[in-house]
Each structure stands twice: as structure tokens, then as C-alpha cells.
């Protein structure tokens, strides 16, 4: 359902854009980042996938529907605190992969070499 700003998704909905998602990122990326763990939640914005990583880290990958592009998000949480380690923004469906394994690897400084990436 569309609205003039944004989309609403119903849950069906909003589980088939959370199923295309995780294809376009990858099954081998998804294994890679969190061993095929997996959960997601959407809002106004769109919908997004999380997929937990190890020491706390997890990765979220939000759909932007108005966009039609997708927010890579690395956070770390512990307990009901959560910080933002790094975020790239209007990610293109190709790059979606490379950009969720990298922000997976919480010891790579993705957001720096991401940026630097010559097109």
C-alpha cells in the first residue's frame, strides 16, 4: 500500500520484501555474516533485515522504499544499549552484497574503503 511519502507494508507484505532482500544480499553472504540467523522488523521507512554477528555486532539492512535503495547499518549491542559503528547510506542493489559482508567483518574499516571504492 502507498501512501503520497512512504510506503505501508502489511506483515505478508513485509516478509516477501525481507525474503527479496536476503536474496539480493546473498545466501553465502548471509551464511558468512551471521551463519543464517536472521530476524526482521519494518516501520514507515521500509523494511528492515537484521543478522546477528558474533561479539554483540550486528548487521541491519533497511529498504527504503521512497528511495529504492537500501541503508547498510554495523551496530554493536549489548543489553538494551545499541551503538552505531558504522552506516553507509543509498546503497545500489549490486553493491548490497559486498557492503553487508564487509559491514559483517566488524574488523574491517568497511564505511572508509566503501567510500573510497572508485566507480
Not at 71 to 78: L, P, S
Not at 84 to 105: P, S
Amino acid at each position: 500500500m502507498t501512501t503520497d511519502q512512504f510506503t505501508i507494508y502489511t506483515d505478508d507484505e513485509a516478509r516477501r520484501v525481507a525474503e527479496t532482500l536476503l536474496r539480493q544480499i546473498g545466501t553465502m553472504n548471509v551464511y558468512a555474516i551471521s551463519g543464517g540467523r536472521k530476524s526482521f522488523t519494518h516501520d514507515d521507512e521500509g523494511v528492515e533485515v537484521i543478522l546477528p554477528c558474533r561479539y554483540g555486532y550486528e548487521v541491519r539492512v533497511k529498504y527504503v522504499a521512497a528511495r529504492d535503495t537500501y541503508t547498510v547499518t554495523r551496530g554493536y549491542k549489548r543489553g538494551m544499549n545499541y551503538w552505531i559503528k558504522g552506516q553507509m547510506e543509498n546503497v545500489y542493489c549490486e553493491d548490497l552484497g559486498e557492503t553487508a559482508y564487509r559491514a559483517g567483518m566488524f574488523r574491517d574499516d568497511w564505511t572508509t574503503a566503501g567510500a573510497m571504492k572508485v566507480i
